[in-house]
């Protein structure tokens, strides 16, 4: 019965074309449930239900040409975003970018990690591939929260090396410390300075850009109130690799400099490749910071985001 044609074709019809659910398909036809499941599936095994679905490009291609002409990116990933759902959305960023990203990872020798939401979304969505032999991912900054959460740079480089079979170096410490003899003591232990190390042969890098609003540091209550309205009087517009610049890209000497516990912007500048990941309305000034001083050859972004970044 579960296999006759004009069968599987009138249970089809009632539930894709008059909207009966597959219980009241199973009363009708006097069957269980999962047979009426397993008719559906048949029929669309067979050719006699065939869904279609409009063409649908989840990138933007005149965003992301825009955006390498007027930069002078290597390349861009513009995802049509979803309104109104913050997290949704981050989602949707990592989930359309992954293919794409994961091929940039082939080949390479040692990536760098920052942490991220938005880039936590992409380091998710990749797949499992096979890395170079000997991969290595390597931490470019400390930990922001005190219990470090899933976008943080330890547990997305952990995830990353996970996908890449390659070996993780994490950097065991806060991203901003107490003061600056607290940061040169950490960074004169041997397990932090081989790390450090490892910084100069780095290809590829993947960090997380963060405006003065709205970043790991703030959600985390890292930066006191008094320190953040110092960032905005010295007209600071982004924070990436814990660092904070100007609308020129250049860090802005603060008290914090000499706390951060984290790769500096020189070190991101002489990296091949850095990738910036973000998403949202809102970083559109942060990101065409961090695109004007160099700081990133590539990027991943929403649609909302891009055409902040290029507004400016």
Same mark, same amino acid.
């Not at 965003?63 to 995802?79: D, K, N, P, S």
């Not at 100007?246 to 500096?264: F, K, M």
């Not at 065409?288 to 891009?306: E, F, Q, Y």
């Given at each position: 019965?579960?296999?006759?044609?004009?069968?599987?074709?009138?249970?089809?019809?009632?539930?894709?074309?008059?909207?009966?659910?597959?219980?009241?398909?199973?009363?009708?036809?006097?069957?269980?449930?999962? =047979?009426?499941?397993?008719?559906?599936?048949? %029929?669309?095994?067979?050719?006699?239900?065939?869904?279609?679905?409009?063409?649908?490009?989840?990138?933007?291609?005149?965003?992301?040409?825009?955006?390498?002409?007027?930069?002078?990116?290597?390349?861009?990933?513009?995802?049509?975003?979803?309104?109104?759902?913050?997290?949704?959305?981050?989602?949707?960023?990592?989930?359309?970018?992954?293919?794409?990203?994961?091929?940039?990872?082939?080949?390479?020798?040692?990536?760098?990690? =920052?942490?991220?939401?938005?880039?936590?979304?992409?380091?998710?969505?990749?797949?499992?591939?096979? %890395?170079?032999?000997?991969?290595?991912?390597?931490?470019?900054?400390?930990?922001?929260?005190?219990?470090?959460?899933?976008?943080?740079?330890?547990?997305?480089?952990?995830?990353?090396?996970?996908?890449?079979?390659?070996?993780?170096?994490?950097?065991? =410490?806060?991203?901003?410390?107490?003061?600056?003899?607290?940061?040169?003591?950490?960074?004169?232990?041997?397990?932090?300075?081989?790390?450090?190390?490892?910084?100069?042969?780095?290809?590829?890098?993947?960090?997380?850009?963060?405006?003065?609003?709205?970043?790991?540091?703030?959600?985390?209550?890292?930066?006191?109130?008094?320190?953040?309205?110092?960032?905005?009087?010295?007209?600071?517009?982004?924070?990436?690799?814990?660092?904070?610049?100007?609308?020129?890209?250049?860090?802005?000497?603060?008290?914090?400099?000499?706390?951060?516990?984290?790769?500096?912007?020189? =070190?991101?500048?002489?990296?091949?490749?850095?990738?910036?990941?973000?998403?949202?309305?809102?970083?559109?000034?942060?990101?065409?910071?961090?695109?004007?001083?160099?700081?990133?050859?590539?990027?991943?972004?929403?649609?909302?985001?891009?055409?902040?970044?290029? %507004?400016?």
């Amino acid at each position: 019965m579960a296999e006759n044609p004009e069968l599987l074709t009138a249970a089809a019809r009632l539930y894709y074309l008059e909207g009966l659910g597959q219980t009241e398909i199973a009363s009708l036809y006097a069957v269980s449930r999962s =047979t009426v499941s397993r008719m559906l599936t048949s %029929a669309r095994d067979r050719g006699i239900v065939r869904i279609s679905v409009d063409d649908y490009d989840p990138r933007d291609r005149e965003l992301e040409a825009q955006l390498v002409e007027r930069f002078g990116l290597r390349r861009a990933i513009v995802v049509r975003g979803l309104e109104g759902d913050v997290e949704a959305n981050r989602r949707a960023v990592g989930y359309f970018a992954a293919p794409e990203a994961a091929t940039w990872l082939r080949g390479a020798r040692r990536v760098g990690m =920052t942490g991220g939401r938005t880039l936590g979304a992409l380091v998710r969505a990749l797949p499992p591939s096979t %890395a170079t032999p000997g991969a290595q991912v390597v931490q470019l900054m400390g930990t922001v929260a005190a219990s470090p959460g899933p976008n943080e740079g330890s547990e997305l480089g952990r995830t990353l090396a996970g996908r890449l079979s390659a070996t993780f170096h994490a950097v065991n =410490t806060p991203a901003l410390v107490e003061d600056a003899a607290t940061r040169d003591t950490f960074l004169s232990h041997e397990q932090i300075r081989a790390v450090w190390r490892m910084f100069e042969g780095i290809s590829l890098a993947f960090v997380g850009v963060g405006s003065i609003e709205d970043s790991m540091f703030v959600e985390h209550n890292v930066l006191s109130p008094d320190l953040r309205a110092q960032l905005r009087e010295r007209g600071a517009m982004a924070e990436v690799c814990g660092r904070y610049i100007d609308r020129a890209g250049y860090e802005i000497d603060l008290p914090t400099c000499d706390r951060v516990i984290s790769a500096e912007l020189t =070190t991101l500048r002489r990296i091949d490749e850095v990738v910036a990941v973000t998403s949202g309305v809102g970083r559109g000034d942060a990101v065409r910071a961090v695109l004007n001083g160099k700081l990133a050859s590539s990027l991943v972004t929403d649609a909302a985001c891009a055409r902040a970044v290029l %507004a400016g």
